[in-house]
């Protein structure tokens, strides 16, 4: 079955708001964020009350949906507080919420008009499961993660048309049932499932003896590589090459993990996975390499999770990211007469090959990086400073918020 095209949806991960323009730059059909509580990751920047109010006003005059998490599984001296925040997010109108908690499923469908999503965290792994969701008034369904494609087209065939499906299509995954995590608490007291997961599976581990009657001395290290082995921690997930079997599926919304990932990931993503389902749905060849694309952010090596039966025996891997291109700069103004304004991100030298990451048709055309000047006419020498910004000569069409980046031959941080 092919669904109407404007019911497929790019679902983009916002952290904060120079993201969020990143992501409606980028053509991603809604965004979802969080506020300061009663989402699962408190340990990024977020959203205060008027920041919410100002990322709605962005979203709607781009005609961009915006759904908040308000995703905690609640404790009885968060019902208060998170009622009033469910008011504040009705007054605001911001499109959904995504729940995974009963109690608060409640209060939102007695107390205010909000549309209600039911997160990832709520293990909706049945059509039983689901249709019980539904029947509580949920619109939409985030399945959960170990779930095949068969599981989710029955789960879809058992809700109706009327009810969207939204899956997972990319990003890190967790390594315990769709997040259902207590090592954090178990180790540091921080609730996992309170948005304070300090992401103990990405740790080191090595095995040391609990009795003395073992008569052995001294730690082991589990050590797979010259940097150690992470025993219980997941590849990222990647199906940007399998978009068709997903819409085929029923999904009508692909998810991008990420809200505490940088604007360039968040380019990058938004930007491969729109142009894939475009493709798609009007009938055309993959316009280039998907997954070459995604490997230029940062990303652990790739896996398909459980969408085809968990046939990937080496879910779990090394910790480290690699990417292989870097973050130059991003376009603060349209170019004209052949010059553009940019600001820096990464350092860059004369000579330097620039490829373009836009939603235009100069995606992944590049410039030769010259001579450039500061926003005084002065000529600039050395590009090495962060948020310098240049005025470059270009003969490519340039729009403000594209991306310029580079590759690179060796193994740098996360972006």
């Known amino acids: 079955m092919i669904l109407d095209v404007k019911k497929i949806e790019v679902l983009a991960p916002v952290g904060s708001k120079e993201n969020l323009l990143t992501a409606i730059h980028f053509k991603a059909d809604a965004v979802y964020l969080g506020g300061k509580k009663f989402g699962l990751r408190a340990f990024g920047s977020n959203f205060d009350y008027e920041e919410l109010k100002e990322a709605v006003e962005i979203a709607h005059s781009n005609g961009v949906k915006l759904y908040v998490t308000v995703n905690i599984l609640a404790h009885n001296s968060d019902l208060d507080e998170t009622l009033e925040y469910l008011k504040y997010l009705d007054s605001i109108h911001v499109d959904a919420v995504i729940v995974s908690d009963l109690g608060i499923a409640s209060l939102v469908k007695a107390h205010t008009n ?3 999503h039911v997160s990832t965290q709520a293990n909706i792994t049945n059509k039983a499961s689901a249709l019980t969701w539904v029947s509580l008034g949920a619109k939409r369904l985030v399945l959960a993660r170990e779930l095949s494609i068969s599981e989710i087209k029955e789960i879809k065939e058992a809700v109706g048309e009327d009810i969207d499906i939204e899956c997972f299509c990319h990003g890190a995954m967790c390594i315990s049932y769709s997040g259902r995590c207590q090592l954090s608490n178990y180790f540091v007291g921080r ?118 039966g968990a046939t990937d025996k080496t879910y779990v891997e090394s910790s480290q990211y690699t990417q292989s291109h870097e973050f130059s700069a991003i376009v603060l103004e349209d170019s004209h007469d052949g010059k553009v304004l940019i600001r820096l991100r990464n350092r860059c030298f004369k000579g330097d090959t620039l490829e373009v990451l836009s939603p235009t048709e100069s995606f992944n055309k590049t410039i030769t990086l010259g001579n450039a000047t500061d926003e005084e006419g002065n000529v600039v020498e050395v590009f090495n400073k962060i948020n310098q910004h240049l005025i470059i000569e270009t003969d490519v069409e340039l729009k403000k918020n594209d991306i310029l980046r580079k590759r690179v031959d060796h193994e740098i941080k996360r972006q």
């Not at 740790?203 to 003896?209: A, C, L």
């Not at 940097?227 to 997941?234: A, E, K, Q, V």
Request: aromatic residues 12%; proline residues 5%; negative net charge.
């Open 191 to 308: 609730d996992s499932n309170k948005g304070e997961c300090i992401q103990p599976c990405r740790w080191k581990y090595e095995i040391h003896p609990l009795d003395e009657r073992t008569n052995v001395e001294g730690n082991f290290p589990i050590e797979e590589d010259e940097r150690g082995t992470y025993i219980l921690n997941s590849k990222d997930m990647c199906l940007a090459a399998h978009i068709g079997e997903l819409i085929e599926a029923g999904i009508t919304s692909f998810k991008i993990e990420g809200r505490m990932k940088s604007p360039y990931y968040v380019a990058t993503t938004v930007n491969t996975y729109r142009r894939a389902i475009d493709a798609y749905l009007e009938n055309k060849e993959a316009p280039f390499d998907y997954v070459e694309e995604l490997e230029k952010t940062s990303h652990r090596p790739f896996t398909t999770g459980f969408y085809f």
């Open 114 to 116: 909000l549309e209600l």
